[in-house]
Protein backbone atom coordinates (compact mmCIF):
# COMPACT_ATOMS: atom_id res chain seq x y z
CA UNK A 1 0.00 0.00 0.00
CA UNK A 2 1.20 3.44 -1.08
CA UNK A 3 0.41 6.61 0.26
CA UNK A 4 -0.45 10.03 -2.04
CA UNK A 5 -0.98 13.25 -1.36
CA UNK A 6 -3.02 14.88 -4.27
CA UNK A 7 -3.04 18.73 -4.70
CA UNK A 8 -6.10 19.81 -5.88
CA UNK A 9 -9.87 18.84 -5.46
CA UNK A 10 -11.27 19.60 -8.89
CA UNK A 11 -12.55 16.99 -11.13
CA UNK A 12 -8.80 15.89 -11.44
CA UNK A 13 -7.80 15.59 -8.34
CA UNK A 14 -11.46 13.87 -7.27
CA UNK A 15 -11.90 10.75 -9.57
CA UNK A 16 -7.96 10.29 -9.50
CA UNK A 17 -8.18 10.24 -5.51
CA UNK A 18 -11.45 7.87 -5.80
CA UNK A 19 -9.48 5.29 -8.26
CA UNK A 20 -6.62 5.12 -5.94
CA UNK A 21 -8.86 4.77 -3.13
CA UNK A 22 -10.76 1.75 -4.97
CA UNK A 23 -7.23 0.33 -5.24
CA UNK A 24 -6.75 0.15 -1.33
CA UNK A 25 -4.35 3.32 -1.43
CA UNK A 26 -4.37 5.95 1.42
CA UNK A 27 -5.14 9.21 -0.18
CA UNK A 28 -5.03 12.82 1.75
CA UNK A 29 -6.14 15.43 -0.67
CA UNK A 30 -5.26 19.30 -0.17
CA UNK A 31 -6.74 21.98 -1.35
CA UNK A 32 -7.43 25.28 0.05
CA UNK A 33 -9.86 26.49 -2.82
CA UNK A 34 -8.26 30.17 -2.85
CA UNK A 35 -7.91 29.97 -6.79
CA UNK A 36 -10.29 30.74 -10.22
CA UNK A 37 -10.44 27.02 -10.79
CA UNK A 38 -12.56 25.79 -13.75
CA UNK A 39 -14.24 23.02 -11.75
CA UNK A 40 -15.60 26.41 -9.41
CA UNK A 41 -17.77 27.88 -12.22
CA UNK A 42 -18.02 24.50 -14.63
CA UNK A 43 -21.14 24.23 -16.75
CA UNK A 44 -20.11 20.38 -16.97
CA UNK A 45 -21.21 19.43 -20.03
CA UNK A 46 -20.46 16.62 -22.36
CA UNK A 47 -20.93 16.16 -25.79
CA UNK A 48 -18.66 13.53 -28.15
CA UNK A 49 -18.82 15.42 -31.26
CA UNK A 50 -16.83 18.34 -32.40
CA UNK A 51 -18.86 20.42 -33.77
CA UNK A 52 -16.32 22.40 -36.08
CA UNK A 53 -15.48 19.49 -37.87
CA UNK A 54 -18.85 17.53 -37.17
CA UNK A 55 -16.15 14.58 -35.95
CA UNK A 56 -16.50 12.05 -33.10
CA UNK A 57 -14.31 13.61 -30.13
CA UNK A 58 -10.90 11.79 -29.60
CA UNK A 59 -11.96 7.85 -28.10
CA UNK A 60 -15.24 9.01 -27.76
CA UNK A 61 -16.51 5.98 -27.17
CA UNK A 62 -13.84 4.25 -24.91
CA UNK A 63 -14.57 8.25 -22.46
CA UNK A 64 -17.91 7.80 -22.28
CA UNK A 65 -18.01 4.26 -21.50
CA UNK A 66 -15.95 5.06 -18.71
CA UNK A 67 -17.69 8.10 -17.91
CA UNK A 68 -21.32 7.17 -17.04
CA UNK A 69 -20.07 3.59 -15.18
CA UNK A 70 -17.62 6.04 -13.02
CA UNK A 71 -20.20 8.96 -12.39
CA UNK A 72 -22.94 6.35 -11.99
CA UNK A 73 -21.11 4.64 -9.06
CA UNK A 74 -20.19 7.90 -7.77
CA UNK A 75 -24.10 8.87 -7.36
CA UNK A 76 -24.69 6.09 -5.46
CA UNK A 77 -22.06 6.16 -2.98
CA UNK A 78 -21.79 9.74 -2.04
CA UNK A 79 -25.94 9.80 -2.47
CA UNK A 80 -26.29 12.54 -5.15
CA UNK A 81 -27.71 13.09 -7.97
CA UNK A 82 -25.34 15.28 -10.02
CA UNK A 83 -25.01 13.59 -13.38
CA UNK A 84 -27.68 14.22 -16.01
CA UNK A 85 -28.04 12.76 -19.24
CA UNK A 86 -29.56 15.49 -21.47
CA UNK A 87 -29.20 15.89 -25.79
CA UNK A 88 -27.76 19.20 -27.22
CA UNK A 89 -29.67 20.86 -29.79
CA UNK A 90 -27.65 21.85 -32.76
CA UNK A 91 -29.07 25.03 -33.95
CA UNK A 92 -28.09 25.44 -37.90
CA UNK A 93 -26.91 28.60 -39.24
CA UNK A 94 -27.71 27.71 -42.70
CA UNK A 95 -28.90 25.58 -45.47
CA UNK A 96 -25.67 24.11 -45.83
CA UNK A 97 -25.01 23.10 -42.29
CA UNK A 98 -28.25 20.87 -42.38
CA UNK A 99 -26.80 19.49 -45.42
CA UNK A 100 -23.72 18.72 -43.74
CA UNK A 101 -25.11 17.25 -40.85
CA UNK A 102 -27.05 14.63 -43.01
CA UNK A 103 -23.55 13.83 -44.83
CA UNK A 104 -22.30 13.45 -41.86
CA UNK A 105 -24.80 11.19 -40.20
CA UNK A 106 -24.19 8.57 -42.83
CA UNK A 107 -20.36 8.42 -41.03
CA UNK A 108 -20.31 5.05 -38.60
CA UNK A 109 -17.71 6.75 -36.80
CA UNK A 110 -19.78 9.87 -35.70
CA UNK A 111 -23.33 9.26 -37.28
CA UNK A 112 -24.46 6.97 -33.96
CA UNK A 113 -24.36 10.42 -31.80
CA UNK A 114 -25.72 12.38 -34.77
CA UNK A 115 -29.82 12.41 -34.64
CA UNK A 116 -31.53 13.03 -37.64
CA UNK A 117 -34.63 14.28 -34.87
CA UNK A 118 -34.92 18.22 -34.10
CA UNK A 119 -36.11 19.52 -31.07
CA UNK A 120 -39.31 20.83 -30.54
CA UNK A 121 -38.85 23.45 -27.49
CA UNK A 122 -35.90 25.17 -29.08
CA UNK A 123 -37.55 25.19 -32.60
CA UNK A 124 -40.56 26.74 -31.37
CA UNK A 125 -38.41 29.33 -28.72
CA UNK A 126 -35.50 30.33 -30.68
CA UNK A 127 -34.90 32.05 -33.63
CA UNK A 128 -33.87 28.94 -36.00
CA UNK A 129 -35.12 29.24 -40.10
CA UNK A 130 -32.69 26.43 -41.24
CA UNK A 131 -33.67 23.92 -37.88
CA UNK A 132 -31.65 22.14 -35.64
CA UNK A 133 -30.81 18.50 -34.46
CA UNK A 134 -29.80 16.42 -31.73
CA UNK A 135 -26.75 15.29 -30.52
CA UNK A 136 -27.36 11.84 -28.71
CA UNK A 137 -25.10 10.76 -25.77
CA UNK A 138 -24.51 14.14 -23.87
CA UNK A 139 -25.13 16.05 -21.00
CA UNK A 140 -24.31 17.64 -17.85
CA UNK A 141 -22.45 17.12 -14.25
CA UNK A 142 -23.19 19.40 -11.69
CA UNK A 143 -19.63 20.06 -10.46
CA UNK A 144 -20.45 22.03 -7.63
CA UNK A 145 -22.50 19.65 -6.04
CA UNK A 146 -20.22 16.70 -7.46
CA UNK A 147 -17.14 18.61 -5.32
CA UNK A 148 -19.19 19.22 -2.27
CA UNK A 149 -20.71 15.57 -1.65
CA UNK A 150 -16.92 14.50 -2.44
CA UNK A 151 -15.24 16.39 0.01
CA UNK A 152 -17.90 15.78 2.75
CA UNK A 153 -16.68 12.08 1.90
CA UNK A 154 -13.21 12.53 2.27
CA UNK A 155 -13.85 14.62 5.18
CA UNK A 156 -15.79 11.75 6.17
CA UNK A 157 -13.05 9.26 6.09
CA UNK A 158 -9.71 11.35 6.63
CA UNK A 159 -8.90 11.93 3.25
CA UNK A 160 -9.00 15.79 3.27
CA UNK A 161 -7.57 18.65 4.45
CA UNK A 162 -8.39 22.44 3.75
CA UNK A 163 -5.01 24.04 2.63
CA UNK A 164 -2.80 24.77 0.27
CA UNK A 165 0.76 22.97 -0.77
CA UNK A 166 3.47 25.11 -1.94
CA UNK A 167 6.93 24.00 -3.02
CA UNK A 168 8.65 25.48 -0.81
CA UNK A 169 7.02 23.48 1.95
CA UNK A 170 7.79 20.21 0.31
CA UNK A 171 10.99 18.05 1.08
CA UNK A 172 11.61 15.02 -1.90
CA UNK A 173 13.04 12.58 -0.38
CA UNK A 174 14.93 9.16 -2.14
CA UNK A 175 12.23 7.04 -0.84
CA UNK A 176 9.46 9.21 0.23
CA UNK A 177 7.36 13.09 -0.52
CA UNK A 178 7.43 14.75 3.06
CA UNK A 179 5.02 18.10 3.35
CA UNK A 180 4.19 19.43 7.43
CA UNK A 181 5.46 16.39 9.26
CA UNK A 182 3.45 13.87 6.93
CA UNK A 183 5.03 11.37 4.48
CA UNK A 184 3.78 10.32 1.41
CA UNK A 185 4.99 7.68 -1.27
CA UNK A 186 4.31 10.38 -4.16
CA UNK A 187 2.96 13.77 -4.23
CA UNK A 188 0.95 14.57 -7.25
CA UNK A 189 0.23 17.82 -9.10
CA UNK A 190 -4.05 18.02 -9.66
CA UNK A 191 -4.28 21.91 -9.16
CA UNK A 192 -4.75 23.39 -12.78
CA UNK A 193 -2.69 26.71 -13.98
CA UNK A 194 0.82 26.75 -12.11
CA UNK A 195 2.17 23.22 -11.58
CA UNK A 196 4.35 23.97 -14.53
CA UNK A 197 6.06 26.52 -11.95
CA UNK A 198 7.18 23.25 -9.99
CA UNK A 199 10.79 21.78 -10.71
CA UNK A 200 11.14 18.86 -12.93
CA UNK A 201 8.08 20.44 -14.73
CA UNK A 202 8.97 23.95 -16.12
CA UNK A 203 8.30 22.52 -19.60
CA UNK A 204 4.78 21.56 -19.53
CA UNK A 205 2.67 23.20 -22.15
CA UNK A 206 0.05 24.11 -20.06
CA UNK A 207 -1.95 27.45 -20.75
CA UNK A 208 -4.70 29.12 -18.81
CA UNK A 209 -8.03 29.62 -20.81
CA UNK A 210 -10.10 31.99 -19.36
CA UNK A 211 -13.39 31.52 -19.39
CA UNK A 212 -16.61 33.78 -18.51
CA UNK A 213 -20.43 32.20 -18.15
CA UNK A 214 -23.73 33.62 -17.07
CA UNK A 215 -26.51 32.35 -14.41
CA UNK A 216 -29.44 33.44 -15.83
CA UNK A 217 -33.34 33.44 -15.39
CA UNK A 218 -35.40 33.24 -18.24
CA UNK A 219 -39.14 34.24 -18.06
CA UNK A 220 -41.60 31.49 -19.47
CA UNK A 221 -38.94 29.28 -21.29
CA UNK A 222 -39.01 25.15 -20.99
CA UNK A 223 -36.57 23.46 -23.32
CA UNK A 224 -35.58 19.91 -22.82
CA UNK A 225 -31.87 20.16 -24.50
CA UNK A 226 -29.23 22.07 -23.78
CA UNK A 227 -28.81 24.27 -26.85
CA UNK A 228 -26.07 25.30 -28.91
CA UNK A 229 -25.88 28.61 -31.44
CA UNK A 230 -21.93 29.24 -31.24
CA UNK A 231 -22.96 29.85 -27.32
CA UNK A 232 -24.57 27.09 -25.06
CA UNK A 233 -27.26 27.62 -23.10
CA UNK A 234 -27.57 24.88 -20.45
CA UNK A 235 -31.61 24.46 -18.90
CA UNK A 236 -31.04 23.83 -14.75
CA UNK A 237 -34.93 24.00 -14.31
CA UNK A 238 -37.83 26.36 -13.17
CA UNK A 239 -36.50 29.27 -15.24
CA UNK A 240 -33.10 28.52 -14.68
CA UNK A 241 -30.04 28.57 -17.46
CA UNK A 242 -26.29 29.04 -17.55
CA UNK A 243 -25.32 30.69 -20.49
CA UNK A 244 -21.69 30.73 -22.26
CA UNK A 245 -18.74 29.86 -22.57
CA UNK A 246 -15.94 32.97 -23.80
CA UNK A 247 -12.81 31.82 -24.33
CA UNK A 248 -9.47 33.76 -23.68
CA UNK A 249 -6.43 32.81 -24.46
CA UNK A 250 -4.57 36.23 -23.81
CA UNK A 251 -3.62 37.61 -20.45
CA UNK A 252 -6.79 38.75 -18.74
CA UNK A 253 -7.95 39.80 -15.13
CA UNK A 254 -8.83 37.35 -12.84
CA UNK A 255 -12.52 38.57 -12.57
CA UNK A 256 -15.88 39.26 -14.72
CA UNK A 257 -15.51 41.79 -17.72
CA UNK A 258 -18.71 43.19 -18.87
CA UNK A 259 -17.00 43.00 -22.61
CA UNK A 260 -17.50 39.37 -22.39
CA UNK A 261 -21.19 39.99 -20.32
CA UNK A 262 -23.13 42.18 -23.01
CA UNK A 263 -20.94 39.91 -25.94
CA UNK A 264 -22.79 36.50 -24.46
CA UNK A 265 -26.09 38.30 -23.79
CA UNK A 266 -25.91 39.64 -27.92
CA UNK A 267 -25.95 36.43 -29.45
CA UNK A 268 -28.43 35.02 -27.21
CA UNK A 269 -30.81 38.16 -27.63
CA UNK A 270 -30.64 37.47 -31.38
CA UNK A 271 -31.71 34.09 -30.98
CA UNK A 272 -34.32 34.29 -28.04
CA UNK A 273 -37.42 37.03 -27.47
CA UNK A 274 -37.91 36.51 -23.73
CA UNK A 275 -37.13 38.58 -20.78
CA UNK A 276 -33.81 37.55 -19.37
CA UNK A 277 -32.14 38.44 -15.96
CA UNK A 278 -28.62 38.06 -15.14
CA UNK A 279 -28.57 36.32 -11.50
CA UNK A 280 -25.01 35.83 -11.16
CA UNK A 281 -21.38 36.37 -13.78
CA UNK A 282 -18.41 33.72 -13.36
CA UNK A 283 -15.45 33.46 -14.42
CA UNK A 284 -12.57 30.64 -14.04
CA UNK A 285 -9.48 29.24 -16.11
CA UNK A 286 -9.85 25.61 -17.48
CA UNK A 287 -6.09 24.80 -17.71
CA UNK A 288 -5.33 23.35 -21.30
CA UNK A 289 -2.84 22.67 -23.70
CA UNK A 290 -1.89 23.39 -27.19
CA UNK A 291 -2.48 20.07 -28.63
CA UNK A 292 -6.15 19.74 -26.72
CA UNK A 293 -4.62 16.74 -24.24
CA UNK A 294 -4.45 16.05 -21.35
CA UNK A 295 -1.07 15.91 -18.95
CA UNK A 296 -0.02 12.67 -16.97
CA UNK A 297 3.48 11.97 -15.76
CA UNK A 298 6.00 12.52 -13.48
CA UNK A 299 8.51 15.65 -13.27
CA UNK A 300 11.52 15.29 -14.74
CA UNK A 301 14.26 13.37 -12.71
CA UNK A 302 11.57 13.29 -9.83
CA UNK A 303 9.36 10.43 -9.93
CA UNK A 304 8.28 11.25 -6.76
CA UNK A 305 6.18 14.29 -8.28
CA UNK A 306 3.64 13.52 -10.47
CA UNK A 307 0.38 15.44 -12.38
CA UNK A 308 -2.51 15.25 -13.98
CA UNK A 309 -4.29 17.82 -15.50
CA UNK A 310 -4.70 20.05 -19.34
CA UNK A 311 -8.06 19.00 -19.26
CA UNK A 312 -9.29 22.08 -20.88
CA UNK A 313 -13.17 22.41 -21.57
CA UNK A 314 -13.65 18.89 -22.17
CA UNK A 315 -13.07 17.81 -18.11
CA UNK A 316 -16.00 15.87 -17.33
CA UNK A 317 -15.32 13.29 -20.41
CA UNK A 318 -11.84 12.92 -20.11
CA UNK A 319 -11.01 13.03 -16.23
CA UNK A 320 -13.10 9.48 -15.33
CA UNK A 321 -10.92 7.41 -18.63
CA UNK A 322 -7.47 9.26 -17.85
CA UNK A 323 -7.68 8.85 -13.64
CA UNK A 324 -8.45 5.22 -14.14
CA UNK A 325 -5.75 4.83 -16.12
CA UNK A 326 -2.97 6.96 -14.22
CA UNK A 327 -4.18 5.17 -10.99
CA UNK A 328 -2.96 2.17 -12.92
CA UNK A 329 0.58 3.39 -13.88
CA UNK A 330 1.08 4.56 -9.71
CA UNK A 331 -0.14 1.56 -8.53
CA UNK A 332 0.55 -1.34 -11.35
CA UNK A 333 3.56 0.41 -13.33
CA UNK A 334 1.27 0.64 -16.14
CA UNK A 335 2.62 2.69 -19.05
CA UNK A 336 1.50 6.44 -20.09
CA UNK A 337 0.43 6.75 -23.87
CA UNK A 338 2.80 8.86 -25.16
CA UNK A 339 -0.11 11.56 -26.02
CA UNK A 340 -0.57 12.10 -22.88
CA UNK A 341 2.27 11.68 -21.23
CA UNK A 342 4.57 14.69 -19.77
CA UNK A 343 7.53 13.65 -21.84
CA UNK A 344 6.17 15.08 -25.09
CA UNK A 345 7.16 18.30 -23.96
Same mark, same amino acid.
Not at 49 to 58: E, G, H, I, N
Not at 236 to 258: C, H, I, M, Q, S
Given at each position: ????????????????????????????? /?????? /?? /???VAAGMWNP??????????LAKEMLEEMNVTFRKLEEKLQASFFHTVPVARIFNSIQDANFWDEKSDHPEVGRFLSARSNKSVQENFDS???????????????????GASKNYFIQHGNFIEDAVHESEVEF?????????????????????GVNQWKGLENLDLIPNHGQVLDLKIEHLEIDAIVNFGQFLLP????????? /??????????????EAKDSLLAELNQRLDKTIIVESHQTGFRPTTRDRRPIIGFAKENERLGVFGGLGSKGVLLAPYFSKLFSAVLTEGAPIPKEVSTARF
Open positions: MSKYLIVGQGLAGTLLAFSLLEKGEEVLI /ADDYNH /AS /ASQVTFKRLAASWPFGNSEVNECGWLNVPLFRLESSVVWKGRTFDKLILCNGIFGNEKFRLG /ATYNWNEVPDEPTD
